[in-house]
């Protein structure tokens, strides 16, 4: 074979690699920018497609971190190159009052009006409390409160207690003598700091912090809770009001549930 076309051959070959190889780590690189339905945002974050498409990853946030909890993604991290996020387990939000990760922000990807309460004059007040991050969700099979053994960490390193954690005392009916002291964790309250699993004591943390959409179900438009005030402000104009017609129907709550009583 000719020098020439042999040199040609092997130049050929490499380019292909090349190509190969580049290709692979592009396509890797849009896979990773597409979303990042487990990665924990920055308190302040909106909603996460937005986020992605408003985020230019310019790091202000991470570089404003007083306690270095915020990362920037990296290729193989799972996330979209470039994108803050934070890992509790390791390095929870400290749930800063002035949140200087927020104020930095250049595009309004963390949007201080969400970690804000309005003062009579309608000007912003930062609140760290009203941050959204996630949610913690505990895993009572591992758990080991539920298990009997006493073990407050999580409730007593979280910075909103007895209110977002609480803990709840129940009759061990293994032992028959004593307490379960379990921990409750609220929706309505809970930031998802993470600061609950990073002080959780077992191996791998039984509370751990999802991001909202995931941890949580959602009511459906059938039900309401009576009770709920703010249940019931959603069914205010609704005007086709769907009810199921049984047997029972016919009768008064009071005598159907009497017949069943044996």
């Known amino acids: ?15 292909l690699g090349l190509a190969t190889a580049g290709g692979l780590a592009w ?7 597409r979303s990042a339905p487990l990665m924990l945002r920055p308190p302040g974050a909106v909603q996460e497609k937005q986020f992605l498409a408003s985020c230019v990853k310019c790091g202000m946030c ?10 920037l993604a990296q290729p193989g991290d799972g996330s979209p190159v470039g994108t803050p996020y934070f890992i509790p387990r390791t390095n ?20 201080k009006a969400l970690v804000s309460d309005k003062d009579k004059g309608g000007e912003l007040i930062l609140n760290i409390n009203l941050a959204r991050m996630g949610l913690a969700v505990i895993d009572r099979e ?34 028959g ?20 699993e ?10 751990f912090v999802l991001p909202r959409e995931i941890a949580m179900g959602e009511s459906s438009e059938r039900y309401m809770k009576g009770w709920d005030e703010r249940d019931q402000e959603r069914m205010r104009d609704v005007t086709d009001k769907v009810t199921t017609e049984t047997p029972r129907s016919e009768k008064k709550a009071v005598d159907y549930l009497n017949e069943d009583v044996f």
């Open 1 to 15: 074979m000719m020098p020439e076309r042999r040199d040609f051959l092997l130049k050929t070959i490499k380019s």
């Open 27 to 33: 396509s890797g690189f849009i896979e990773e920018g």
């Open 62 to 71: 991470v570089e404003a971190c007083p306690y270095d909890a915020l990362n």
């Open 92 to 111: 929870p939000c400290r749930m800063c009052n002035d949140i200087p990760c927020v104020p930095v922000c250049p595009t309004g990807s963390l949007d």
């Open 142 to 175: 591992t758990c080991i409160a539920y298990s009997g053994i006493q073990c407050d960490a999580c409730y007593r390193a979280c910075p909103l207690i007895d209110k977002a954690v609480t803990v709840e005392y129940t009759r061990n009916v293994r032992t």
């Open 177 to 196: 003598k004593h307490a379960i002291m379990a921990p409750i964790v609220h929706s309505n309250a809970c930031t998802g700091c993470g600061l609950c």
């Open 198 to 207: 990073n002080a959780c004591v077992t191996k791998k943390a039984a509370i």
